[in-house]
């Protein structure tokens, strides 16, 4: 199965944007790049996915590399409440499998 | 409201004494699966199911058992509970696992 590799923690200020990278060099022509957020005290809740471009939503935007080996999760404005634990998940076939995901603080 | 629900939310018991985690999800979705969260390991899935009758293993499925006879209900057995099953439990819903996964609000067991 194809793996992600992400940085265990991040802290940004409030206001300033948050650039979270995720390493998945194995990934084949058919994974999806999906991102999940979970809060404290909370299940996990979805934010963005992509295939090949780049995406945006209300939320965040993902910017995916050319060879599609890293893709990086972007929060344009960080703010008290997205401090949270961030999964970059590759899903293919029916399986998901979450990594250990990164920590982002935001300091007021 | 679309939701996923889970019951209980807290579980003591003690080893070998056999339990269930209730799951259920009113937004009609074929794909559920159950996941459980330990300290710096992440989600990791424990069974899934796309469809009635139709389940499979996910990373970690030693020592769990699922059933789905209807579409809403995806309940996590534990037919004898050891302390290494101590952890936080989700469960999920999706119309397909590529498409957005709603997650309960977890379990969290402790067997002692």
């Known amino acids: 199965d194809a793996k992600t590799t992400q940085p265990n923690s991040m802290e940004s200020n409030e206001e300033e944007p948050v650039h979270l990278p995720c390493n998945h060099s194995t990934i084949s022509g058919t994974d999806y790049i999906h991102w999940y957020r979970q809060l404290p005290s909370q299940g996990p809740e979805y934010v963005i996915h992509g295939l090949t471009s780049n995406v945006n939503n209300r939320m965040a935007s993902l910017a995916i590399a050319e060879d599609r080996k890293s893709s990086t999760l972007i929060l344009h404005r960080a703010t008290l409440r997205d401090a949270a634990v961030y999964y970059c998940i590759l899903i293919a076939d029916y399986k998901l499998s979450f990594g250990a995901g990164t920590t982002v603080t935001v300091r007021a | 409201e679309a939701q996923v629900t889970q019951n209980p939310r807290y579980l003591i018991t003690v080893t070998g004494k056999k339990l269930t985690v209730t799951c259920s999800q009113n937004?009609?979705?074929?794909?559920m699966s159950w996941y459980r969260q330990d300290p710096g390991l992440g989600l990791r899935q424990i069974y899934y199911s796309m469809n009635v009758e139709v389940t499979d293993k996910g990373d970690v499925p030693e020592g769990y058992k699922v059933s789905r006879k209807e579409k809403r209900n995806f309940p996590l057995i534990l037919e004898s509970p050891s302390p290494n099953q101590t952890s936080l439990y989700f469960c999920a819903s999706s119309s397909s696992p590529l498409d957005t996964q709603y997650f309960g609000p977890g379990t969290r067991l402790t067997v002692l």
């Open positions: 937004m009609n979705h074929e794909y």
